[in-house]
């Protein structure tokens, strides 16, 4: 069922959550009226009001030689031409006196998915909001810690930050023109402060918009279908890029980087599936990363995969 599913719904104008894996293989519908039969919570909310809370989560980081080694193959990858950005991940064991549900619960963030006892996320990142016949999408790429002195013109001045920024922005837009007519970039890269567990960081993102016909209601499992894997945490180009992550990663991603989202009857929401806990037997492992182009730095770039593991 699944995209074709969200088709249907749309035509009836039904409410309804969308839950993706990053492959776009295993998608999961439910309408809104049905959620109280399963086990599962979400939340979106951009106007949250921010909770203080302890941030209890201990980590045992892949060793920095084994991540450097995987760092080094995709540069290999970038400099033969086939990929010019890719977003490399690894998953980090966790440790935590609190149950997923508990985290679920504490978590600041705009986007919250509390799926069985089997995963959570916490998302700054919209994938796409479609309100009237407007679709836009929010890519963000470019983190830094706000602590350091001058953070926001360094990160707006960094010219590896900036081209691995155009080349996303790029890459999203054509996605967007796939789907819809008059797409344009609305915002070039604007700042936006997260609160990573006891640090604040800041976020570089923009925004896309286009056009839709006016019943894309009826076609809305079509839309995501054109649109998924998400191009800001998979790289460009998309299809040869995908295939180095599934060779050098060395782990499923799963759910982590998919896509979750709700369609309300008028208009619809959804984040990326970023900020990512799951369950794995008796251990919790937290899975993160960033870009990768031939300007980064492997030492940033594993610093960059810790400081995004936190409970916001």
């Given at each position: ?9 749309g035509?009836k104008r039904?409410?309804?959550?969308f ?6 293989k295993n ?38 030689e084994?991540?450097k ?56 990142e ?30 707006l ?7 691995e ?42 925004e ?38 599934e ?5 499923e ?8 989202g ?13 900020r ?23 030492a ?10 936190y409970?916001?």
């Open positions: 069922m699944g995209f074709k599913q969200i088709n249907a719904l035509a039904e409410p309804f959550l839950i993706s894996d990053f492959k776009a998608v999961e519908v439910i309408p809104l009226s049905e959620l109280e039969k399963y086990d599962i919570e979400f939340a979106i909310n951009e106007n949250y009001s921010f909770k203080e809370h302890p941030h209890a989560l201990r980590l045992d980081a892949v060793e920095y084994i991540y080694k995987k760092f080094e193959y995709v540069l290999e990858k970038i400099r033969a031409g086939e990929t010019y950005l890719l977003n490399l991940t690894q998953e980090t064991s966790i440790q935590t006196a609190l149950t997923l549900k508990e985290m679920f619960t504490l978590a600041n963030a705009h986007y919250k998915l509390r799926y069985k006892d089997e995963f959570i996320c916490f998302s700054p919209k994938f796409v909001q479609i309100k009237e016949n407007t679709i836009a999408t929010f890519p963000m790429k470019g983190t830094i810690d706000a602590s350091v002195k001058n953070a926001k013109q360094k990160i001045s960094d010219e590896k930050e900036m081209a920024h155009v080349m996303i922005v790029d890459l999203l837009r054509n996605d967007l023109s796939i789907v819809a007519k008059g797409v344009k970039v609305e915002k070039f890269r604007y700042i936006t402060q997260i609160e990573a567990g006891e640090k604040k960081l800041l976020q570089v993102s923009s896309i918009s286009g056009s839709l016909a006016s019943n894309w209601q009826a076609s809305l499992g079509d839309i995501l279908e054109a649109l998924l894997p998400a191009g800001s945490i998979s790289g460009t180009p998309k299809k040869s890029t995908l295939d180095i992550i060779d050098i990663e060395g782990y991603r799963g759910y982590f980087s998919g896509v979750f709700v369609f309300d009857g008028e208009s619809f929401d959804s984040g990326v599936m970023i990512f806990i799951e369950k794995k037997g008796d251990r919790l492992v937290y899975k993160s990363g960033g870009g990768i182009t031939l300007d980064s730095d492997a940033s770039e594993y610093q960059e995969l810790q400081d995004k593991i409970l916001p």
